[in-house]
């Protein structure tokens, strides 16, 4: 079984100032991990994806995540922040082996960015 | 640009309606999905298919069910809205399982308080 934990319901941040939203997973086996980024009322956006490549995966808008096996943990970064960079961001993790390998990923609760002036 | 077009932004329904959503894929993806979000719950499975005619249950089925008779919409039916369904639904569709992970693509939602 797969789970996802998000620490952090929400983040606050200075614009310019480092991002760092905490993502950490159970898996039975090696996993597929993404990140998605929800606009206010929109619809998710993926915004990177590790699937077993290059450990550290980097992504749209300036974002990305490292792949820590040891520590079951795919932490989403960016070296400054923006202020559209407001938004709501979700974790995901895909084991390929969930209901009869249907590789259908279990999303994390997600977590609120804000970023101040 | 690929799409998943939702018919509605926001819909209002009265209870004990049936109410469907539509969400339609030009992507020729063989998987469709439909979640439920609610403030800090994240994101829940209703239904899935991933084939015309074929779906499977999610996480939380329990007042839904699902249609799909062309590849590229899948419908989601709630057969008598309650209020407890009053929630931001989203649709999302992928490439089959196996071939490849590009993770979802999603539409924008549909907003659906049940009155």
């Known amino acids: 079984a797969q789970s996802v934990t998000q620490l952090g319901s929400h983040v606050s941040v200075s614009e310019g100032a480092l991002v760092l939203l905490r993502c950490n997973y159970s898996?039975?086996?090696?996993?597929?991990l993404f990140w998605y980024v929800q606009y206010p009322n929109q619809g998710l956006q993926l915004l990177l994806k590790?699937?077993?490549?290059?450990?550290l995966v980097k992504g749209i808008n300036g974002f990305e995540a490292e792949f820590k096996k040891s520590e079951t943990s795919f932490h989403l970064t960016k070296p400054s922040a923006h202020m559209s960079d407001a938004a709501e961001y979700f974790c995901a993790v895909s084991d390929r082996s969930s209901a009869g390998g249907s590789y259908i990923p279990t999303f994390g609760r997600g977590t609120s960015l804000i970023v101040h002036p | 640009d690929v799409k998943v077009t939702q018919s509605s932004r926001y819909l209002v329904k009265r209870t004990g309606e049936k109410v469907f959503l539509e969400c339609v894929q030009d992507m020729d993806h063989e998987n469709m999905f439909w979640y439920r979000q609610d403030p800090g719950l994240g994101l829940r499975l209703i239904y899935f298919s991933y084939d015309v005619k074929m779906k499977e249950k999610g996480d939380i089925p329990e007042g839904y069910s699902v249609s799909r008779e062309k590849k590229e919409r899948f419908s989601l039916i709630l057969e008598s809205a309650s209020t407890n369904q009053t929630s931001m639904y989203l649709c999302?569709?992928?490439?089959?399982f196996g071939t490849g992970v590009d993770g979802y693509t999603f539409g924008s939602g549909t907003r659906l308080t049940v009155v």
């Open positions: 590790y699937t077993s490549a290059a450990t």
């Open positions: 999302a569709s992928s490439l089959p």
């Open positions: 898996s039975s086996v090696p996993p597929y």
